[in-house]
């Protein structure tokens, strides 16, 4: 397929377009440099350095069979401190795509949504039908982006998948993490292993958890990569599907500092500090969903192996 990929000079755009190369797809990059590397971007696929809203037009006037969308601002705490930023970033610029994706008549849409429109879940794992109440600014414009999503698959015959991930981590050989302010907890834990840190800070051991830590679902950036090229081959026309991507499986902060540690072998010094704003304690999530309708199976499940990917590669980064 002929393929639009935003945000392709980022953490999952990378990985993405590069998963969509090796699978033989036509892949053109557009991407403003805003949080991404230019040399990010995977060999093999076009690159247009631009601000999406303003390109998206004359793109989609090429002719694409699908746009996956990743381009996003996506910082938490940023999000409460200037949410114009967010609202104006993430909502405005998806809301001029989806016009470019009608007026062009673009068949396909595979959307970056996030575990963030759910907020504080009354069940766990979380299913799709849990109700979305985001606690965030970043989550409210990923859920506002899924309801024009919605309703452009019902006027207008787009076929469309949001993609919900929990915390993906890990690496793609070459493609991985590379945040400017590093705010999460896997690249912060390996970054005191490599000496850049002195310790890591665990916000918060007085959750409602089993050692008091919060928990997540961590899944392989390669893993969540793999479902895109599955809702792409799924997408139906008039159809908007939403899927959880997660493993299932919940891990504590003090348990992922303690991979961390088998991992690099590093002591990896940590200290309680006071919890963050907007943190939900648990968050796991329940993919059945896209288990029984994408076919899509895990297949770096263990989270020795998320962080020992996560590894090689911020290793092979430091050595240059
Ligand atoms: N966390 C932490 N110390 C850090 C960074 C994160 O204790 O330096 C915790 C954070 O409070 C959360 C978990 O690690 O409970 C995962 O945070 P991250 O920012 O990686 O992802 P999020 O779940 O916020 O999307």
Same mark, same amino acid.
């Given at each position: 397929?002929?393929? +639009?990929?935003?945000?392709?000079?980022?953490?999952?755009?990378?990985?993405?377009?590069?998963?969509?190369?090796?699978? !033989?797809?036509?892949?053109?990059?557009?991407?403003? +440099?805003?949080?991404?590397?230019?040399?990010?971007?995977?060999?093999?696929?076009?690159?247009?350095?631009?601000?999406?809203?303003?390109?998206?037009?004359?793109?989609?006037?090429?002719?694409?069979?699908?746009?996956?969308?990743?381009?996003?601002?996506?910082?938490?705490?940023?999000?409460?401190?200037?949410?114009?930023?967010?609202?104006?970033? #993430?909502?405005?610029?998806? +809301?001029?795509?989806?016009?470019?994706?009608?007026?062009?008549?673009?068949?396909? +849409?595979?959307?970056?949504?996030?575990?963030?429109?759910?907020?504080?879940?009354?069940?766990?794992?979380? %299913?799709?039908?849990?109700?979305?109440?985001?606690?965030?600014?970043?989550?409210?414009?990923?859920? =506002?982006?899924?309801?024009?999503?919605?309703?452009?698959?019902?006027?207008?015959?787009?076929?469309?998948?949001?993609?919900?991930?929990?915390?993906?981590?890990?690496?793609?050989?070459?493609?991985?993490?590379?945040?400017?302010?590093?705010?999460?907890?896997? %690249?912060?834990?390996?970054?005191?292993?490599?000496?850049?840190?002195?310790?890591?800070?665990?916000?918060?051991?007085?959750?409602?958890?089993?050692?008091?830590?919060?928990?997540?679902?961590?899944?392989?950036?390669?893993?969540?990569?793999?479902?895109?090229?599955?809702?792409?081959? #799924?997408?139906?026309?008039?159809?908007?599907?939403?899927?959880?991507?997660? #493993?299932?499986?919940?891990?504590?902060?003090?348990?992922?500092?303690?991979?961390?540690?088998?991992?690099? !072998?590093?002591?990896?010094?940590?200290?309680?500090?006071?919890?963050?704003?907007?943190? %939900?304690?648990?968050?796991?999530?329940?993919?059945?969903?896209?288990?029984?309708?994408?076919?899509?199976?895990?297949?770096?499940?263990?989270?020795?192996?998320?962080?020992?990917? =996560?590894?090689?590669?911020?290793?092979?980064?430091?050595?240059?």
């Amino acid at each position: 397929m002929k393929l +639009l990929v935003t945000g392709g000079a980022g953490y999952v755009g990378s990985v993405c377009a590069a998963r969509l190369l090796e699978n !033989g797809h036509d892949v053109t990059v557009v991407d403003d +440099l805003s949080t991404g590397h230019a040399d990010a971007v995977p060999p093999g696929s076009t690159f247009v350095q631009a601000d999406i809203a303003e390109a998206a037009g004359d793109l989609l006037a090429d002719g694409y069979d699908g746009v996956l969308h990743f381009a996003a601002k996506s910082l938490v705490g940023e999000s409460m401190q200037d949410p114009h930023k967010y609202w104006q970033g #993430n909502v405005l610029t998806s +809301l001029r795509l989806l016009e470019a994706v009608r007026e062009h008549g673009t068949p396909r +849409l595979v959307f970056s949504s996030t575990a963030a429109t759910y907020g504080e879940p009354d069940t766990v794992p979380i %299913p799709e039908t849990a109700p979305a109440r985001p606690t965030n600014t970043y989550g409210a414009t990923k859920l =506002a982006i899924d309801h024009a999503i919605s309703s452009y698959a019902t006027a207008h015959g787009l076929g469309a998948v949001s993609l919900r991930y929990f915390n993906v981590a890990g690496a793609h050989g070459a493609f991985g993490e590379r945040h400017t302010v590093e705010t999460h907890l896997i %690249p912060i834990v390996l970054q005191v292993a490599l000496g850049q840190r002195e310790q890591v800070q665990m916000y918060g051991d007085d959750w409602p958890t089993e050692d008091g830590t919060c928990v997540r679902d961590y899944i392989h950036v390669t893993d969540l990569a793999d479902a895109h090229l599955l809702a792409l081959d #799924n997408a139906r026309p008039g159809e908007h599907r939403i899927y959880n991507l997660g #493993n299932g499986t919940g891990f504590s902060v003090q348990q992922v500092i303690e991979t961390c540690r088998a991992v690099t !072998g590093h002591p990896i010094p940590a200290a309680v500090a006071p919890r963050r704003a907007g943190d %939900p304690a648990t968050l796991v999530a329940a993919s059945d969903r896209a288990r029984e309708e994408l076919s899509w199976k895990p297949k770096l499940a263990d989270l020795s192996v998320i962080v020992h990917d =996560a590894w090689e590669f911020t290793r092979a980064r430091q050595q240059g």
